[in-house]
């Protein structure tokens, strides 16, 4: 009805040209053709922004986007994320952050399916555009929680290893970055001695300990715990640039996991190696980076879910690890969010439209929106 | 000896005195008659089944091509239920109507209800 | 004065013996929890809409009313065969269960239909796929519905398989069941409400098992047409 009005209406007054430009922009209220997060602003907030395809292959081939969007995107035929405020907040905050000061680390926060995880990628996308190296972990749990295989540590007794996993995310890493690590000023600063023959030399370049870490497979919890390390000196030299981007960050501090010794004990994720490392880039003693994290209540088990709040999740210990950062909530839909994800769905055919419906789907969904996904699954 | 003798008394013309007559039931009709053979025949819309079967032999059973027949067919059964539905209701009801010709049994028992036979 | 009295007392026993025989004539309610003069809820916010504007609801107000089944929602989503399907997909009870297949189904339906829409080139292919999973629901159970069924009769000793017509409530009743039965038979790999979708979206088609089941009854009847004189008499 609106439309019909507008149409009219303007075609009174506009030019041909001017009236089909209008119209197109009327309809298409819920999308927006910029796709650099660099110049979202909050004119943009509630609307679709497109991700290339090719940055996608680069971003998130292996991870960072949530399974269920995932399928999400291959049903839409394209990826989209919707500019929200949180991420919004973030982008801008981090604009206006001077890199020689300490880091500074966000912490989104909010209930399940709030959309956390896709805040995040759109943080990514923001710091893959602005050049940031990005150390991006996908999902932590994937590692505490679901890790393929563990093994006792050669080089840090005591230690577990999560081998595969580690050489997965070298793996991600390492297209991710594939626009930075080009950079030949990526040196290493020290020798790191593999075993009697193996070793990789101080003044290598960066991509050799990665590569390292994916060919013999042995080493690789070793290799990101190098990495993390020798990233974190090379930005305190002013080389690079670092965002740092991990999804249930509390992972790192919930003592129940589900990596084992080899008499079967539990290990409290402070043995397992690779922890140490991403402990290490979210401390506050670097610059020339920034860290955005996320606390997840799914990062935990199922009986331990009991508030969403980052002190509950992190914990003492993970508090104090933390202790000073900037929360950032993140809420359900607003109505203004939630009409354009409707809009949205009904653009790509995902709902048909029907009288009356937002105002259901709006109840029933309680504008959470994970929920809304399941419900308009199925209509 | 008594063999021969019952056939002698068989031979012989009786009297119809001789076998009184007993009136086990009184000798007049009932005022009421039983509904045992007023079941009808359900076979209806035969001839129309036949066309749609021919139809679906011809077409290779399929039902997109005899739509009419079919049509035809379903009409011709929802009509055929609903007539047998309103004539239960009617004789649910047994309203009696003027001039009618095949009777249920529970019409003509209120016919004879009304109109005892001698 | 006495005599009055007793008049009407006569007067309303007599109305409620009519009644009661009324009553007993039209339905005999077996189980029910309610008394048979209780009526059906009307529980479609249009319908009540409607019931307001022309007044009828006025005369329900009084009239003592059964409560909605758990399942009968004025949610703008309800549908009448579709509650009907899940209830027959519904085993020992377990109707959130059912509800949760039924739904997985339909996406998969959609998702399906979504791929194919986006890979079709034309217009003019776009348009012909339909994508709302509940039409392909309804096309589906149609398009499965048989128009004949063979009862066995006895006929002088022998039975035999006649072909009579289907009312319509049957002929969906088989319909759907038909589709649930094809869709649990699968391999052990397969989830129900993957094989559902296909089946719903091949019988949408008019093609799959069982547009086959139905066609095969089908021809069971025309070669059985010769008996179809022999129904009840």
């Known amino acids: 009805m609106l439309k019909v009005v507008s149409k009219e209406v303007l075609g009174a007054r506009l030019p041909k040209n001017i009236r089909a430009l209008c119209v197109a922009t009327h309809s298409q209220k819920f999308r927006t053709s910029e796709d650099k997060p660099s110049y979202h602003s909050s004119s943009n907030s509630a609307q679709y922004y497109k991700i290339p395809q090719d940055i996608r292959n680069q971003l998130f081939a292996h991870g960072g986007i949530p399974k269920s969007y995932n399928i999400q995107t291959k049903s839409f035929a394209e990826t989209c994320l919707m500019v929200r405020e949180p991420s919004l907040d973030i982008i801008n905050c981090i604009k206006s952050i001077d890199y020689s000061k300490p880091v500074n680390r966000f912490v989104l926060y909010g209930k399940k399916g709030s959309g956390k995880s896709l805040a995040l990628a759109h943080v990514v996308h923001y710091g893959l555009e602005t050049g940031h190296l990005i150390l991006h972990v996908p999902w932590v749990g994937q590692w505490m929680r679901y890790c393929k295989e563990y093994s006792n540590s050669e080089l840090k007794p005591g230690n577990v290893d999560i081998n595969l996993d580690a050489a997965n995310w070298l793996v991600h890493f390492k297209t991710q970055n594939a626009h930075v690590l080009s950079n030949a000023d990526l040196v290493i600063g020290q020798d790191y001695v593999w075993s009697k023959r193996e070793k990789t030399q101080k003044g290598a370049h960066i991509l050799e300990l990665i590569e390292h870490g994916i060919s013999r497979v042995k080493y690789a919890s070793s290799c990101v715990l190098g990495l993390c390390m020798e990233i974190k000196e090379l930005s305190k030299k002013g080389k690079c640039k670092t965002m740092v981007a991990i999804d249930g960050y509390n992972g790192f501090f919930y003592p129940k996991t589900r990596v084992y010794t080899e008499k079967k004990e539990m290990v409290p994720p402070s043995k397992v190696t690779v922890t140490e490392g991403f402990l290490e880039v979210t401390k506050f003693d670097w610059n020339n980076a920034v860290c955005v994290l996320t606390v997840d209540e799914i990062a935990s088990a199922k009986e331990d879910q009991l508030s969403h709040m980052p002190k509950y999740l992190l914990g003492k210990e993970g508090f104090e690890h933390l202790d000073p950062f900037i929360p950032v909530a993140v809420n359900e839909y607003t109505d203004k969010e939630f009409t354009s994800c409707m809009e949205y769905y009904r653009e790509r055919k995902w709902v048909q439209p029907a009288p009356g419906q937002d105002e259901e789907l709006s109840f029933l969904s309680g504008s959470n929106p994970y929920k809304l996904m399941q419900i308009c699954a199925g209509l | ?118 | 004065m006495a005599l009055v009295k007793t008049l009407a007392n006569l007067k309303s026993v007599q109305i409620l013996t009519n009644k009661l025989a009324a009553l007993s004539v039209v339905q005999q309610n077996g189980m029910s929890m309610y008394p048979p003069y209780y009526i059906n809820p009307i529980f479609k916010k249009d319908a009540q809409v409607e019931l307001f504007e022309n007044g009828e609801a006025q005369k329900l107000a009084h009239i003592p009313t059964k409560a909605a089944l758990i399942d009968q929602t004025c949610s703008i989503y309800y549908d009448d065969d579709i509650r009907l399907f899940r209830n027959y997909i519904m085993r020992s009870g377990r109707k959130s269960l059912a509800r949760e297949l039924l739904d997985k189904a339909f996406e998969k339906v959609k998702r399906s239909q979504l791929e194919k829409f986006h890979k079709a080139k034309t217009e003019e292919d776009k348009n012909k796929i339909v994508l709302d999973p509940r039409e392909v629901f309804h096309m589906a159970v149609d398009n499965c519905k048989p128009v004949l069924f063979l009862t066995p009769i006895k006929r002088g000793g022998v039975k035999y398989q006649v072909p009579v017509p289907i009312t319509e409530k049957k002929s969906q009743f088989l319909s759907m069941k038909w589709l649930i039965e094809a869709a649990t038979d699968k391999e052990r790999t397969v989830h129900f409400p993957e094989k559902l979708a296909y089946e719903l979206i091949d019988a949408s088609n008019n093609t799959g098992r069982v547009v086959k089941r139905k066609q095969d009854l089908h021809r069971q009847c025309e070669a059985n047409r010769a008996y179809a004189h022999y129904r009840w008499s």
């Open chain 2, 1 to 118: 000896m008594r063999t021969f003798a019952a056939l002698l008394a068989a031979r012989g013309a009786r009297k119809e005195t001789s076998v009184p007559y007993q009136e086990i039931l009184p000798l007049k009709l009932k005022q009421r008659v039983s509904g045992k053979g007023d079941n009808s025949s359900d076979v209806c819309c035969i001839q129309e089944m036949s066309l749609m079967l021919a139809c679906f032999k011809l077409n290779e059973f399929d039902q997109s091509l005899c739509s009419k027949e079919v049509q035809n067919f379903s009409k011709c059964y929802q009509g055929h239920l609903q007539t047998k539905q309103k004539q239960k209701e009617m004789d649910e009801k047994g309203i009696l109507r003027m001039g009618e010709r095949n009777l249920s049994h529970k019409q003509l028992n209120k016919y004879l209800r009304k109109f005892p036979n001698i």
